[in-house]
């Protein structure tokens, strides 16, 4: 049962361009959307987040929006740089159904010079 | 900046043999996690736990897994048998609340031969 899917595995993109990553969820009771940034051999690291009562939310070079009716979410990185490539994760919670969170698959970015 | 730290980074450990994995959470944090990642899939969850008992689990977590905060500090899983599939990166995590972001330590590389 995979509630939050990431479709693409992987995305490669130039220096200096927009990287957009997307994310799909099914159950309707998650509030609380967060991407995490995964290098090789470390643990996940928190990027940004956005509660269900938001639509976008932006941090530097870093904005995620939110399409709740589509339940759909997504990651903008502008402009892109070569120290993003790595894998990035979303993920969402219900804060009704205890609040774990439900990670995606997972999508490897590669900024490439 | 706090941080969540787990040891071992590595443990490599006989099939049917018993193993800790140890995990210090950030200290005002009171709602902790454990996650795994089999090489190339998802990270999932494993269990939660507040107020000194596991308040949800998957159905990974079985018999076999127990978790324990023996002393107010350490945060412990525990893998009673193991078996060649529980080699995974173990990712213990802890939030101050439920439903807020989490803090991931950089994972134990667990491998069973």
């Known amino acids: 049962d995979q509630q939050v899917k990431q479709n693409s595995p992987s995305l490669s993109v130039q220096e200096g361009r927009i990287s957009i990553l997307n994310c799909d969820y099914t159950n309707s009771m998650f509030d609380y959307f967060l991407w995490y940034k995964k290098y090789p051999a470390e643990g996940p690291t928190f990027l940004i987040s956005i509660s269900s009562i938001k639509d976008k939310n932006e941090d530097g070079r870093f904005t995620v929006f939110l399409n709740k009716s589509a339940k759909h979410l997504s990651l903008h990185i502008v402009p892109s740089q070569p120290g993003d490539s790595a894998v990035y994760f979303c993920a969402a919670s219900a804060t009704n159904q205890g609040g774990k969170l439900i990670f995606g698959q997972g999508t490897e970015l590669s900024v490439k010079p | 900046e706090p941080e969540v730290t787990q040891t071992p980074s590595h443990q490599v450990t006989q099939m049917g043999q018993e193993v800790i994995l140890r995990c210090v959470p950030i200290?005002?944090?009171?709602?902790f996690y454990w996650y795994r990642q089999i090489l190339g899939q998802k990270v999932e969850f494993l269990v939660s736990f507040y107020n000194n008992e596991i308040s949800e689990k998957s159905e990974i977590f079985d018999d076999q897994f127990s978790v324990e905060r023996p002393d107010g500090s350490n945060f412990t899983l525990k893998i009673r048998s193991t078996k060649l599939e529980d080699s995974a990166m173990y990712f213990c995590?802890?939030?101050?609340?439920?439903?807020?972001?989490?803090?991931f330590g950089s994972g134990t590389r667990l491998t069973v031969v």
């Open positions: 200290s005002n944090h009171l709602y």
């Open positions: 995590a802890s939030s101050a609340e439920t439903g807020s972001f989490y803090t």
